[in-house]
């Protein structure tokens, strides 16, 4: 069983589009995240929940947007989709919001804007 | 805030080789530190961390890093590399307090690259 799933795997669509990533943890975690993965594999946390609470909001464009229906799901809708957004969107989660849980990331959805 | 740099892109051994990563870190607070792996098309996994007490810590496949605050280093470690160990792995690291708290900051990642 896939512990933090996320879907799809491939994502490819023109500028302007609005699209959106799920993301779903089998772990009973109580905190999610959605990472960025650019073109030279940085790795940049985006944003975090806990207990479908916003708690790590980056400076990232506001055409991001996280919704968290419950806790064991953290799905991203981008609006207006970029050239600049192509990359590889990791979903991860983890027990705790703190320092010292490790994460569990899930296996990235490469998204490319044309 | 930190930074992470690993000084490294690529590092192509052979079987049986040693292998060390580098990571330097900088921060203005106390940080707890971390390597990941992430095996191709998959998502990143825990290799090891340092949270406190013995600066050398160790992975159950034979990793280890050492913790050096002097020169902010967590250099990854292997006496004997597999096949199996290729990969990319990612040096990180999480401040302990400070409007830093809770977030993990990557390095640009090291290709391992394990040859028969």
């Known amino acids: 069983d896939t512990a933090v799933s996320q879907t799809p795997k491939y994502l490819v669509t023109q500028m302007g589009n609005d699209k959106s990533i799920k993301c779903e943890q089998n772990l009973g975690h109580d905190t999610m995240y959605w990472y960025k993965q650019d073109s030279k594999k940085f790795l940049k946390i985006m944003f975090s929940?806990?207990?479908?609470?916003?708690?790590i909001n980056e400076t990232v464009p506001n055409r991001f947007s996280p919704k968290s229906p419950d806790k064991a799901h953290l799905n991203l809708h981008i609006n207006s989709l970029e050239l600049g957004d192509s990359a590889v969107y990791f979903c991860?989660?983890?027990?705790?919001?703190?320092?010292?849980?490790?994460?569990?990331f899930g296996n990235g959805t490469r998204l490319t804007v044309t | 805030a930190q930074s992470v740099t690993q000084l490294d892109s690529q590092v192509p051994v052979f079987e049986e080789a040693p292998v060390e990563l580098r990571c330097n870190y900088s921060s203005s607070v106390s940080v707890y530190l971390f390597w990941y792996v992430q095996y191709p098309n998959q998502g990143l996994q825990l290799l090891l961390k340092?949270?406190?007490?013995?600066?050398l810590v160790e992975s159950i496949n034979g990793f280890e890093a050492e913790f050096n605050k002097s020169q902010t280093s967590f250099h990854l470690r292997k006496p004997s590399v597999h096949i199996s160990d290729t990969a990319e792995y990612f040096c990180?690291?999480?401040?302990?307090?400070?409007?830093?708290?809770?977030?993990?900051?990557f390095g640009q990642g090291t290709i391992l690259t394990v040859h028969p």
């Open positions: 340092y949270l406190s007490g013995s600066t």
């Open positions: 929940y806990n207990n479908k609470e916003l708690i």
């Open positions: 991860a989660s983890s027990q705790a919001s703190g320092w010292n849980s490790p994460l569990h």
């Open positions: 990180a690291v999480s401040a302990t307090g400070g409007t830093s708290y809770g977030k993990l900051t």
